[in-house]
T-cell receptor, first 113, second 117 residues
Framework: DAGITQSPRHKVTETGTPVTLRCHQTENHRYMYWYRQDPGHGLRLIHYSYGVKDTDKGEVSDGYSVSRSKTEDFLLTLESATSSQTSVYFC????????????FGPGTRLTVL | AQTVTQSQPEMSVQEAETVTLSCTYDTSESDYYLFWYKQPPSRQMILVIRQEAYKQQNATENRFSVNFQKAAKSFSLKISDSQLGDAAMYFC??????????????FGKGTKLSVKP
């Protein structure tokens, strides 16, 4: 199994509070991704990173920001959480942007009350 | 923009039987990769099988095989000798071969497979 961990695994927070989710990899892969999974929508890309300090927006980036100061860590921040951000969040990594498959972390279930 | 469609929200199969999950996609690219991921109740996303668009031969991994019809833009997953552990959500996904959007996956909405003993 690819070495990907996510923390926390579960979190309950209140509307308006800031939340940071962490993804940590031990594979030294260049590409990292944040997805959210909601019923009826599959997985949708929030943000991705193609190197240290290199990030870009995905399909559903509003309300989220990311940072990557080290190869191994990719942080997802909700500056002011809303109930619509209640979801399961997955981090994924990949060696390349084309050929290689993505490997996923175990997911974080976030509930915003 | 590319899209992936899974038209079967739920499927059911008897243990030891064969089941086929459907996936169609839309793209104007000629170089791409297709994947099937399995998500059991544990929530972990597990890669089941991959197919390179430039390969005519259908990919196979043990009891899992695909029927890749490039012209029809169809990518179905066949599970043979179904086992109770195959019960899960299955997602079809597309990835550009040109590194578009830095290689993010485009997912279908999933098919929930139940296996009856």
């Amino acid at each position: 199994d690819a070495g990907i961990t996510q923390s926390p695994r579960h979190k309950v927070t209140e509307t308006g509070t800031p939340v940071t989710l962490r993804c940590h990899q031990t594979e030294n892969h260049r590409y990292m991704y944040w997805y959210r999974q909601d019923p009826g929508h599959g997985l949708r890309l929030i943000h991705y990173s193609y190197g240290v300090k290199d990030t870009d927006k995905g399909e559903v980036s509003d309300g989220y920001s990311v940072s990557r100061s080290k190869t191994e860590d990719f942080l997802l921040t909700l500056e002011s959480a809303t109930s619509s951000q209640t979801s399961v969040y997955f981090c994924a990594i990949s060696e390349s942007a084309e050929y290689n498959e993505q490997f996923f972390g175990p997911g974080t279930r976030l509930t915003v009350l | 923009a590319q899209t992936v469609t899974q038209s079967q929200p739920e499927m059911s199969v008897q243990e030891a039987e064969t089941v086929t999950l459907s996936c169609t996609y839309d793209t104007s690219e000629s170089d791409y990769y297709l994947f099937w991921y399995k998500q059991p109740p544990s929530r972990q996303m597990i890669l089941v099988i991959r197919q390179e668009a430039y390969k005519q031969q259908n990919a196979t991994e043990n009891r899992f095989s695909v029927n890749f019809q490039k012209a029809a833009k169809s990518f179905s997953l066949k599970i043979s000798d179904s086992q109770l552990g195959d019960a899960a959500m299955y997602f079809c996904a597309y990835r550009s071969g040109y590194g578009g959007s830095q290689g993010n996956l485009i997912f279908g909405k999933g098919t929930k497979l139940s296996v009856k003993p």
